[in-house]
């Protein structure tokens, strides 16, 4: 195991250790019955909504965009990148598959981001054509790692920066989804693997909520 997997396999035992404390507090201080059916699920909500900074970035038709500017919807903030040869067209394939079965009125609530992690090769236009074999409505975001690797801190979700010097690198980043409200506050997260059906079953509820 190179120093960087053993990292990463650290940084992954921590937020699952984090995800594991956000449960039992959840489940400990709001209704049983539907954040027992979310944790099922796979979403994690936060006892109390986290602030987001906002950030800037540009999307995948080259315009500016800044964090704030997702509030109004429910956001699912995925980490990942256009040259990931599994993780990141696996989740996209099944957020695509979620929305395709979501009732129209949670799809108008939902918005889904991908947040590049490899701004060296991820242009807007890369971005846009890769996500275009997914979901032409899907939103793709890119920045400099600075600015990268302040929004992962802040939300909770680990990557780590690529040698970017090594021909056909990879980027280690986790397969979490962070979950940000209306309000443009981080209500909690989405883990990895994602259950689809489950997902389908349980996000018109969230998406529901204020």
Not at 29 to 40: C, H, I, N, R, S
Not at 118 to 137: A, V
Not at 175 to 194: E, M, S, Y
Request: proline letters at 7%; a neutral charge; one cysteine or more.
């Amino acid at each position: 195991m190179t120093r960087t997997q053993k990292a990463v396999f650290i940084l992954v035992a921590i937020v699952a250790l984090a995800l594991g404390f956000i449960v039992y507090r959840t489940l400990s201080e709001t209704d049983q019955g539907d954040q027992t059916a979310f944790v099922d699920a796979g979403i994690i909500l936060l006892p109390q909504s986290r602030a987001v900074p906002d950030l800037s970035f540009t999307d995948q038709d080259g315009q500016p965009l800044s964090l704030s500017q997702l509030k109004g919807k429910w956001t699912l903030l995925f980490f990942g990148y256009t040259f990931c040869p599994d993780i990141c067209p696996i989740t996209l394939a099944q957020l695509r598959q979620i929305k395709s079965e979501l009732p129209a009125d949670a799809v108008a609530n939902l918005r889904i981001v991908l947040i590049s992690v490899d701004p060296d090769r991820d242009t807007s236009q890369q971005l846009k054509q890769y996500l275009g074999y997914f979901d032409k409505q899907f939103v793709g975001l890119r920045a400099p790692v600075e600015t990268l690797q302040k929004l992962a801190n802040a939300v909770s979700i680990p990557y780590f920066p690529a040698d970017t010097s090594k021909p056909n690198y990879t980027v280690d980043h986790s397969g979490n989804l962070a979950l940000l409200g209306p309000d443009g506050t981080q209500r909690g997260f989405i883990r990895a693997p994602l259950n689809t059906q489950k997902l389908v079953a349980q996000l018109p509820g969230l998406v529901e909520r204020k």
